[in-house]
């Protein structure tokens, strides 16, 4: 079986001025390691205002780092002296999810890490250890690496007072309940592709020819698949029979049962579930299909003592395309971007965007993103020059400000966001549609880049 998508690792280090001092320590490594994403999100930058944004541009360098915890932005210092002067233990926890799976789940972006974090985890804190929620206080970061996204967190109880290990089963029920709320856009889809499914596997009944089905039934009174298996079991088996050699000779329903079971397999996988509690879940699928397929049957055989088929609210599916949803994707290639590109090389890049010099390959050295088209896509150099040509030529005509404003300061942002367009056609390996003219092309870019 194929690994979960979302990884959850915790480790508790208990009270004690050395576990104290190894606890405060993380708090470093966790904000200020290569990989850390440093920036501060709309919602963070609304909690801040100007004087606290300011405050945060001016000493984030090597003190601030990437922490951030309920309220917004965290030195280190001040994590590493809160750590050091608890009285309790501390939870260490690293949630990790795979760069393939990340923006798709939108988690490639610091926002959407931090409002699962912020809205799940004091609560599955409080869960796992019985401290009240609000005394729980966590300090954590967003990290990019060549394999995955993810973020640290460091909790502790605020009184100091919690000092023990955790409780296998409590630990399992939180893995679970985050693991379901980071996957929650790809669930929806998946939700999607299963009642599609069996909305086909009901169709596809419905249409069998009545006299498919030589069952002997009850003479009279109402009819129901549930009824037939616990009061009449005979006929249900029959009725059972029936259906699989109606699924045997009809490549419609077996296709549906078929792509059912995939999907329910799939919203498995992605709520991360394991072992018999799977093996659980996915029965229990199967066996509501399996009823709704005798009642189907049964509407075909007696419609007149059979309920009506019951409605089920279709769901629906988010937007795969449009300008909000290559934002979003934008804006978390270039979180991966700032992460993993060091700050003298963003510079460089921003020297070459002024000068209308291209980004070469070894520019975008080190992103997941880059990295993995490079390596599958023949044809990646070639995407990366068009698109790096393009977006280049209007982030130089986008730094000749009308206003006379000096741009020197947002040259950084301004190569994150030619990055993050650059990395967006390597993404989608240089397919776009050769036929839209080059001024449409730009105008979109410029659009994107002057945000």
Same mark, same amino acid.
């Given at each position: 079986?194929?690994?979960?998508?979302?990884?959850?690792?915790?480790?508790?280090?208990? *009270?004690?001025?050395?576990?104290?001092?190894?606890?405060?320590?993380? @708090?470093?490594?966790?904000?200020?390691?290569?990989?850390?994403?440093?920036? /501060?999100?709309?919602?963070?930058?609304?909690?801040?205002?100007?004087?606290?944004?300011?405050?945060?541009?001016?000493?984030? %360098?090597?003190?601030?780092?990437?922490?951030?915890?309920?309220?917004?932005? #965290?030195?280190?210092?001040? *994590?590493?002296?809160?750590?050091?002067?608890?009285?309790?233990? #501390?939870?260490?926890?690293?949630?990790?999810?795979?760069?393939?799976?990340?923006?798709?789940?939108?988690?490639?972006?610091?926002?959407?890490?931090?409002?699962?974090?912020?809205?799940?985890?004091?609560?599955?804190?409080?869960?796992?250890?019985?401290?009240?929620?609000?005394?729980?206080? +966590?300090?954590?970061?967003?990290? /990019?690496?060549?394999?995955?996204?993810?973020?640290?967190?460091? %909790?502790?109880?605020?009184?100091?007072?919690?000092?023990?290990?955790?409780?296998?089963?409590?630990?399992?029920?939180?893995?679970?309940?985050?693991?379901?709320?980071?996957? @929650?856009?790809?669930?929806?889809?998946?939700?999607?592709?299963?009642?599609?499914?069996?909305?086909?596997?009901?169709?596809?009944?419905?249409?069998?020819?009545?006299?498919? +089905?030589?069952?002997?039934?009850?003479?009279?009174?109402?009819?129901?698949?549930?009824?037939?298996?616990? +009061?009449?079991?005979?006929?249900?088996?029959?009725?059972?029979?029936?259906?699989?050699?109606?699924?045997?000779?009809?490549?419609?329903?077996?296709?549906?049962?078929?792509?059912?079971?995939?999907?329910?397999?799939?919203?498995?996988?992605?709520?991360?579930?394991?072992?018999?509690?799977?093996?659980?879940?996915?029965?229990?699928?199967?066996?509501?299909?399996?009823?709704?397929?005798?009642? @189907?049957?049964?509407?075909?055989? #007696?419609?007149?003592?059979?309920?009506?088929?019951?409605?089920?609210?279709?769901?629906?599916?988010?937007?795969? %395309?449009?300008?909000?949803?290559?934002?979003?994707?934008?804006?978390?290639?270039?979180?991966?971007?700032?992460?993993?590109?060091?700050?003298?090389?963003?510079?460089?890049?921003?020297?070459?965007?002024?000068?209308?010099?291209?980004?070469?390959?070894?520019?975008?050295?080190?992103?997941?993103?880059?990295?993995?088209?490079?390596?599958?896509?023949?044809?990646?150099?070639?995407?990366?020059?068009?698109?790096? @040509?393009?977006?280049?030529? #209007?982030?130089?005509?986008?730094?000749?400000?009308?206003?006379?404003?000096?741009?020197?300061?947002?040259?950084?942002?301004?190569?994150?966001?030619?990055?993050?367009?650059?990395?967006? /056609?390597?993404?989608?390996?240089?397919?776009?549609?050769?036929?839209?003219?080059?001024?449409?092309?730009?105008?979109?870019?410029?659009?994107?880049? %002057?945000?």
């Amino acid at each position: 079986m194929a690994s979960p998508p979302v990884i959850v690792n915790h480790s508790v280090v208990r *009270a004690g001025a050395s576990a104290r001092a190894t606890a405060a320590g993380l @708090a470093a490594y966790a904000g200020t390691r290569r990989g850390v994403v440093i920036e /501060v999100s709309e919602a963070d930058g609304r909690r801040l205002g100007v004087d606290g944004l300011a405050a945060y541009a001016a000493n984030r %360098t090597g003190s601030t780092g990437g922490l951030w915890g309920a309220d917004g932005p #965290v030195a280190v210092a001040e *994590a590493r002296r809160a750590i050091a002067q608890n009285g309790g233990a #501390v939870l260490t926890t690293v949630v990790t999810v795979p760069n393939d799976i990340a923006p798709a789940a939108g988690l490639d972006r610091l926002d959407a890490w931090q409002a699962l974090v912020r809205s799940e985890w004091p609560r599955l804190f409080s869960e796992m250890t019985g401290v009240p929620e609000s005394r729980v206080e +966590f300090y954590a970061a967003m990290h /990019v690496n060549g394999t995955s996204h993810h973020v640290h967190i460091l %909790t502790v109880d605020h009184a100091g007072e919690w000092d023990a290990l955790l409780p296998k089963r409590k630990m399992e029920a939180a893995r679970l309940e985050i693991s379901s709320k980071a996957m @929650a856009p790809l669930l929806r889809e998946a939700y999607i592709e299963r009642d599609l499914a069996r909305e086909a596997a009901l169709d596809a009944v419905a249409r069998i020819d009545r006299n498919r +089905f030589d069952i002997k039934l009850p003479p009279d009174g109402r009819i129901e698949a549930a009824h037939l298996r616990r +009061f009449h079991p005979e006929a249900s088996a029959a009725l059972r029979e029936a259906l699989d050699r109606a699924a045997s000779d009809s490549p419609e329903l077996a296709g549906a049962l078929d792509r059912h079971r995939k999907a329910v397999e799939r919203c498995a996988c992605l709520k991360c579930l394991t072992g018999e509690v799977r093996d659980t879940y996915v029965h229990k699928a199967a066996t509501d299909l399996g009823l709704r397929c005798e009642n @189907a049957a049964l509407r075909v055989i #007696v419609p007149d003592r059979t309920p009506a088929r019951e409605e089920v609210p279709t769901r629906r599916a988010a937007p795969q %395309t449009g300008p909000a949803t290559e934002r979003r994707r934008e804006a978390g290639l270039a979180t991966e971007a700032r992460a993993c590109i060091p700050k003298t090389r963003l510079e460089r890049i921003a020297r070459k965007a002024a000068r209308g010099r291209t980004l070469e390959p070894a520019d975008l050295r080190g992103c997941p993103t880059a990295d993995r088209a490079f390596r599958h896509a023949p044809s990646a150099g070639t995407a990366l020059g068009r698109a790096a @040509a393009m977006a280049t030529l #209007v982030a130089r005509e986008a730094t000749r400000d009308d206003r006379g404003r000096d741009m020197g300061d947002e040259a950084g942002e301004r190569a994150l966001k030619l990055i993050a367009a650059t990395l967006r /056609v390597l993404a989608s390996g240089g397919t776009g549609p050769s036929s839209v003219p080059a001024l449409k092309i730009a105008n979109r870019i410029e659009r994107t880049i %002057t945000r």
